[in-house]
């Protein structure tokens, strides 16, 4: 059997950098402002237990904080795999919308779009895929679901779109 490997255009290339580069930026800053929150708002809250809060959207209670380390890397790795789907859906709509792209151009521009793409990120989370998943939405309209739609607005749709952003050599 022979396997036919399709090699990458420099263009490709680029643009998988892009993404995984902004998908790696949104994991570490979403994970520090969603465990930092965590912690200031629960006094039973570890850094473990945010992630393995997380891997409950998969496993469920009480497997989630039954499954220790386990648990917890499953979490940070579903975090991951979240930024990185919505980093790769960002990085296809602005190559095929020419407005986005053109917004986008300019870092005022790219901010902007970021802040419109957090809070559709944080929206569709919320109400759409974590209801799908083993865990609770954030009730709409409480104070948490709104800090955590800012944090959205700062940390999520803003790095994604600047790292993102077609025309910029890094």
Same mark, same amino acid.
């Given at each position: 059997?022979?396997?036919?490997?399709?090699?990458?255009?420099?263009?490709?290339?680029?643009?998988?950098?892009?993404?995984?580069?902004?998908?790696?930026?949104?994991?570490?800053?979403?994970?520090?402002?969603?465990?930092?929150?965590?912690?200031?708002?629960?006094?039973?809250?570890?850094?473990?237990?945010?992630?393995?809060?997380?891997?409950?959207?998969?496993?469920?209670?009480?497997?989630?904080?039954?499954?220790?380390?386990?648990?917890?890397?499953?979490?940070?790795?579903?975090?991951?795999?979240?930024?990185?789907?919505?980093?790769?859906?960002?990085?296809?709509?602005?190559?095929?919308?020419?407005?986005?792209?053109?917004?986008?151009?300019?870092?005022?521009?790219?901010?902007?779009?970021?802040?419109? /793409?957090?809070?559709?990120?944080?929206?569709?989370?919320?109400?759409?895929?974590?209801?799908?998943?083993?865990?609770?939405?954030?009730?709409?309209?409480?104070?948490?679901?709104?800090?955590?739609?800012?944090?959205?607005?700062?940390?999520?749709?803003?790095?994604?779109? /600047?790292?993102?952003?077609?025309?910029?050599?890094?």
């Amino acid at each position: 059997m022979t396997t036919t490997v399709l090699p990458l255009s420099p263009t490709a290339r680029l643009g998988a950098r892009r993404v995984l580069a902004a998908a790696a930026a949104v994991w570490v800053l979403d994970g520090l402002f969603a465990t930092g929150l965590c912690l200031s708002v629960s006094p039973t809250c570890t850094v473990m237990r945010t992630w393995q809060g997380v891997a409950g959207a998969l496993v469920g209670r009480p497997a989630t904080f039954d499954g220790g380390v386990a648990t917890f890397l499953l979490g940070l790795a579903m975090h991951f795999a979240v930024a990185l789907t919505w980093a790769a859906l960002y990085g296809a709509l602005v190559s095929r919308w020419d407005a986005l792209a053109r917004l986008g151009a300019r870092p005022a521009g790219a901010v902007l779009a970021g802040v419109a /793409l957090g809070a559709v990120v944080w929206c569709v989370m919320d109400f759409v895929v974590v209801p799908m998943t083993r865990n609770a939405a954030t009730p709409f309209g409480t104070r948490i679901w709104w800090i955590v739609l800012a944090g959205h607005l700062v940390v999520v749709g803003p790095p994604i779109a /600047l790292l993102v952003r077609p025309g910029v050599r890094r």
